[in-house]
């Protein structure tokens, strides 16, 4: 069925590394899509967005690839800090649904210092 | 801005009570969601209003949740006779509903039912 799904549960990486996190979405008709961080105990936090006429964007030390061709968006991470230690979703809207969010499962990102 | 604000924080009770969530969104925001987040199904669309209207309620899980949303700065879900299986965190999210879909989320309310 229709689903928006993460590569990867965990992430493990070294603090001042680079964090690659992949989500694969199967919805051709999806035109917007989120990155949200999650820290224990709190709600979902806006990261960046992107629109599916655009293929890339970039925010403050993060960045958002989108590859409408294989159905693919993934969250660059620079210089991750221990502060990036959360859990990440990505999340869709399906065009005609209005402002309706489909989210992913999750990725945990943990940071070793 | 506060942000999105919901009550209570945590909330624990026994099966068979009437519980009751709820939420304040963001002050000029017109759309208003109400998630649930559990470990195995992640977090699901229960439902979500636009200008006080229920556009979409597909994701309520059974005949007893409900929810409203009397006016533009309150809504509330309720659960009636809650179950066990309603354990989880309840997230209520707001956005401006002007084509700018970007939600802002709560701090949720922690269910636990006994």
């Known amino acids: 069925g229709e689903s928006v799904g993460l590569h990867l549960p965990t992430l493990s990486v070294q603090e001042g590394d680079n964090s690659i996190i992949n989500c694969a979405y199967s919805?051709?008709?999806?035109?917007?899509f989120i990155w949200y961080k999650q820290e224990s105990g709190k709600g979902p936090q806006f990261i960046i967005d992107?629109?599916?006429?655009?293929d890339k964007r970039q925010g403050q030390r993060v960045t958002v690839l989108l590859n409408k061709t294989v159905k693919h968006l993934s969250l660059q991470i620079a210089a991750t800090q221990p502060g990036d230690s959360a859990v990440y979703f990505c999340a869709e809207n399906r065009g005609n649904q209005g402002g309706k969010l489909i989210f992913g499962q999750g990725t945990e990102l943990s940071v070793k210092p | 801005d506060a942000g999105v604000i919901q009550s209570p924080r945590h909330e624990v009770t026994e099966m068979g009570q009437e519980v009751t969530l709820r939420c304040k969104p963001i002050?000029?925001?017109?759309?208003l969601f109400w998630y649930r987040q559990t470990m195995m199904r992640g977090l699901e669309l229960l439902i979500y209003?636009?200008?006080?209207?229920?556009?979409?309620d597909s994701g309520m899980p059974e005949d007893r949740f409900s929810a409203k949303m009397p006016n533009a700065s309150f809504s509330t879900l309720k659960i009636q006779p809650s179950e066990p299986r309603d354990s989880a965190v309840y997230f209520c999210?707001?956005?401006?509903?002007?084509?700018?879909?970007?939600?802002?989320f709560g701090s949720g309310t922690q269910l636990s039912v006994l």
């Open positions: 209003f636009n200008n006080n209207v229920p556009i979409d």
């Open positions: 992107i629109r599916s006429n655009m």
């Open positions: 002050s000029g925001h017109n759309s």
């Open positions: 919805n051709s008709a999806s035109d917007y």
């Open positions: 999210a707001s956005s401006p509903g002007t084509g700018d879909e970007k939600l802002f």
